[in-house]
């Protein structure tokens, strides 16, 4: 009789697998585990830093205050002008910012014998940035009062041939920091904004007249390829009046549009 127990032993040592095999499968898949991991580790970096990047240009489009974004343009022509009998003897200069985003401002400043201003102008057509118009109210308090920090208030509306113009004047200070009005108006088309400043006067009746004067005798010297500007102008020509009509109106203001109203308005 034939005896089966030598097969058998060997059928049991081919089915079994040799510990070198199952020591080199076990570190085979430990170090794709590591390298996945690894991968896996540098994809969430990339992807935090990306976000970072993002975030970190969006806060710069968002910034406000962002004076790189503005430079002189020294070889544009003048756009504007006012002609005003009571600003002759003074100093004026004319200034032309362009923004990156396509925004211009035409700046016109009069200056005392002193060099110290007494009236400014701002003409700002938008480009693409980003609505500055807390920044424009803010630089007019500046212009208004260099030496300090305060916020502006309503002082009232008046007309113009480019219709009614809020006035703004320090808050607080007494009678010696309202010396000055500040002005502002936007006109939706074309989008521009007019905004400034004058000290112009002896009292607040006759400075009201003084910028009423000065946004009546405004003109457009040139629109270069803004047809809507050209007819901006054109319809507020139509409107004009003198400055001693413009100036009489100011002066007898009732109390919707006098100067004592705009406590009644609250801080702007």
């Not at 059928?11 to 991991?37: K, M, N, Q, Y």
């Not at 975030?55 to 968002?62: G, N, P, S, T, V």
């Not at 002759?88 to 700046?107: N, P, Q, S």
Request: one cysteine or more; hydrophobic letters at 45%; charged letters at 25%.
């Amino acid at each position: 009789m034939h005896s089966f127990s030598a097969p058998a032993a060997n059928f049991h040592h081919t089915t079994r697998i040799h510990p070198a095999l199952t020591s080199v499968a076990d570190e085979v898949c430990g170090t794709l585990a590591r390298l996945f991991a690894y991968v896996m580790t540098l994809a969430l970096l990339a992807i935090g830093a990306v976000a970072a990047w993002e975030h970190l240009l969006d806060a710069i489009a968002m910034e406000p205050s962002d004076k790189s974004a503005w430079s002189l343009a020294d070889r544009s022509a003048r756009a504007f002008a006012t002609n005003l009998l009571d600003l002759h003897d003074k100093t004026e200069t004319y200034e032309i910012f362009r923004h990156l985003a396509g925004g211009r401002k035409d700046l016109l400043r009069w200056s005392g014998a002193d060099g110290k201003p007494v009236a400014g102008l701002e003409i700002y057509r938008p480009g693409d940035e980003l609505n500055q118009a807390g920044l424009a109210i803010a630089e007019i308090a500046v212009r208004m009062d260099p030496d300090g920090m305060r916020e502006l208030e309503a002082a009232g509306i008046i007309d113009s041939k480019f219709g009614t113009v809020t006035l703004l004047r320090l808050v607080g200070g007494g009678d010696t920091a309202r010396t000055c009005l500040g002005f502002i108006k936007r006109v939706d088309g074309p989008n521009l904004r007019i905004s400034g400043w004058s000290c112009q006067g002896d009292t607040l009746p006759a400075r009201r007249a003084s910028i009423a004067c000065m946004l009546n005798r405004l003109t457009l010297l040139s629109a270069g390829n803004d047809p809507k500007l050209a007819e901006l102008f054109a319809r507020a020509e139509r409107r004009r009046s003198d400055c001693a009509a413009s100036g009489t109106q100011a002066l007898s203001a009732d109390w919707l549009t006098g100067t004592d109203s705009p406590r009644l308005r609250g801080t702007f």
